[in-house]
């Protein structure tokens, strides 16, 4: 017997579902590619579709225009795929609440900042030039400046409750501490600039945060 209507729809569909995908990742790729050669004020979305093989509507149709291309570009490097899980799901995240010891959550984040920061290091440095010249992209790094605030957030309420914070150093300061420390012009200057092994770099951040909050250590804010 012969497939019914309803039998070849499901199949259908998901097979327009997968080649939209790929399109859109191949369209992303490209335009990731081109902002990182020529930066984002001259990267036109006819090269776009040039280097992705694909017309100038396909680009539109798959993703915008582009200042989607490039929050996507941005997105996609700082977790290191296109699966739609936010970074607060991802393993590393899990790994850092689970832990105990606050040492051992300190290597764990940094260690998943220079993971991100190795990812995104080059296109955040094309985002921050982009949003000096373009509203849109002024926008985007406004709205991940925030996010990683709320990261940053969530993992000082960690500290806290594991009793990783000592006293008079409280979640508002610790957050703003690691909000800071996790900005990527750091990365960029000492990593991508200054030419620190990551490795380096992950170990500074390790010492940086817990002499400055982590119990019995010197700093912090004075009394």
């Given amino acids: ?21 790929e ?4 369209v992303v790729e490209a335009a990731t590619a ?14 776009v579709a040039d280097r992705a093989g694909v017309s100038r509507k396909t680009v539109f149709n798959a993703v915008g225009g582009k200042a989607a291309l490039l929050e996507l570009a941005w997105g996609w490097s700082l977790v290191g795929d296109d699966e739609p ?13 689970a832990s105990t010891d606050p040492t051992e959550s300190v290597r764990l984040w940094a260690a998943m900042v220079v993971e991100t920061q190795e990812r995104a290091a080059a296109i955040g440095r094309v985002l921050a030039a982009a949003a000096d010249v373009d509203p849109d992209a002024a926008a985007l790094l406004a709205r991940a400046d925030a996010e990683r605030h709320d990261g940053a957030r969530a993992f000082a309420e960690h500290l806290d409750r ?30 991508l600039d200054r030419g620190w092994p990551p490795e380096a770099f992950r170990e500074w951040l390790v010492r940086v945060l817990v002499a400055s909050l982590l119990p019995g250590r010197a700093g912090g804010p004075s009394s």
């Fill in 34 to 47: 081109l902002f990182l050669r020529h930066g984002y004020a001259a990267t036109t979305l006819d090269a």
């Fill in 162 to 191: 594991i009793g990783g914070l000592r006293p008079g150093i409280d979640r508002a300061y610790a957050a703003d501490v690691c909000w800071a420390q996790n900005d990527g012009a750091a990365f960029r200057r000492l990593v």
């Fill in 85 to 97: 899980v936010p970074m607060a799901d991802r393993p590393a995240v899990h790994r850092i609440l």
């Fill in 1 to 21: 017997m012969g497939e019914t209507t309803s039998e070849r729809r499901p199949y259908r569909s998901d097979l327009r579902a997968r080649q939209a995908r």
């Fill in 23 to 26: 399109t859109r990742r191949t």
